[in-house]
């Protein structure tokens, strides 16, 4: 309606007011496209990021409890959730930055307008381009209101803010004191799910310095749940954990205790990271490459164009699922565990690569470096082993 009274009290003031309003609209589009280039950047970015920290974190929940690595991942993850948030705020401040410019220029043309009229004029049009004045003002009333409202939902939450700043996230993870010095054992150790039967019953089972136990059994008889709660990561119904004389009553995770499955946890991240497990400091790289030989993976190393440097992605698909394993297997070993427990872990590699491989291992447990609680489904890899078990009905049989 303001613009048709416009038109019949004067069409031309009208129509440069309308082209005015329209270029200064253009001019701040253009002003500020590359500003909506670079948030669409790292928007796109701070997402990719976050969604990839929380993938590695669901993905890799057993080698990251594992190496005891989960503060540094929950760090990561944090980062770029930060950054995302911050990016967001930002955007969402210049997206209502946009209106506020262009009603600044919109009342500073009517305002000179104006005044430019009332210099030269006292006719009733004039009065009535007043008008157009107080219509200006009553359109900004909503965007000082709006701006009123952000002030006080900021205020009336600072609670919020004040609680979350409360928070302490820099605990170290709760860790079980006792060193591993001579042996672990289980003993009557009883476990079942939710309303389902016992998996595992009246098991018993002693892993000393320096050995090499072997486990068989058919698919789901509850090998690797045991091996859950070798590591700490499933609470047993009843029974008992003794460390070197010392019953174990609480539900710690063992520092000296590394599990790992079949399926290889490769996070996105460089290949450094994903050996260290996103540890910056101390990296021993005579001990990786020397991993990297031992493994038959020096040459695909040396191929890599930017070395430790190089980027791995989620479930990459430029290295194979053998090459993922033997990654694994070196990360698992660079943490220099007392006790390694394997799900499985060569089951990827060629006949010969794996017996390779097993020959190494053999050998750290000869030298009393290592203890090994692997599972196998191949019975000429459980040769490697000197003590033998089998789940039979929910038992581990000895032998």
């Not at 090998?223 to 008992?240: A, V, Y």
Request: charged fraction near 20%; include cysteine.
């Amino acid at each position: 309606m303001i613009i048709v009274a416009g038109f019949i009290l004067n069409p031309l003031a009208t129509i440069f007011s309308i082209v005015f309003v329209s270029i200064a609209a253009l001019l701040l589009i253009l002003f500020r496209k590359g500003k909506t280039q670079h948030f669409n950047e790292i928007i796109s970015k701070s997402y990719r990021d976050t969604l990839n920290n929380l993938m590695n974190i669901l993905n890799g929940i057993i080698e990251i409890k594992s190496s005891k690595s989960e503060r540094n991942f929950i760090n990561r993850f944090g980062k770029s959730y930060e950054e995302q948030n911050d990016t967001l705020a930002s955007l969402s401040t210049f997206k209502q930055n946009n209106v506020r410019y262009l009603e600044v220029m919109t009342i500073v043309f009517i305002s000179f307008s104006i005044a430019f009229i009332l210099l030269n004029s006292s006719s009733m049009k004039d009065l009535v381009l007043l008008s157009f004045y107080g219509s200006a003002v009553i359109k900004i009333i909503p965007s000082f209101n709006k701006i009123i409202n952000a002030y006080i939902d900021l205020k009336s939450n600072k609670h919020a803010v004040d609680i979350l700043a409360s928070y302490k996230f820099d605990q170290p993870n709760e860790l079980n004191d006792n060193p591993f010095e001579n042996s672990l054992r289980l003993e009557n150790i009883n476990f079942n799910y939710p309303n389902n039967d016992l998996i595992i019953s009246n098991c018993n089972i002693e892993i000393k310095k320096g050995d090499f136990i072997g486990i068989m059994g058919k698919s789901g008889c509850g090998k690797t749940t045991l091996l859950h709660i070798i590591c700490r990561m499933l609470p047993f119904k009843s029974g008992k954990i003794i460390l070197d004389k010392n019953v174990i009553t609480n539900t710690a995770s063992f520092p000296f205790v590394y599990m790992l499955s079949q399926h290889s946890f490769i996070f996105q991240g460089t290949l450094i990271e994903n050996i260290t497990m996103n540890k910056k400091e101390d990296i021993d790289y005579n001990y990786i490459n020397h991993l990297f030989d031992s493994f038959d993976l020096k040459d695909w190393f040396l191929n890599l164009d930017d070395g430790f440097d190089t980027v791995l992605n989620i479930d990459s698909k430029s290295i194979s699922g053998g090459q993922k394993q033997r990654l694994a297997l070196i990360r698992a070993l660079y943490t220099k565990p007392k006790i390694l427990l394997l799900d499985e872990a060569t089951n990827q590699l060629n006949e010969d690569l794996e017996i390779k491989i097993m020959k190494y291992l053999k050998r750290r447990t000869t030298e009393n470096e290592l203890s090994i609680v692997a599972v196998f489904h191949n019975k000429d890899l459980s040769k490697f082993a000197e003590k033998h078990y089998t789940f039979q009905n929910s038992n581990l049989i000895k032998g």
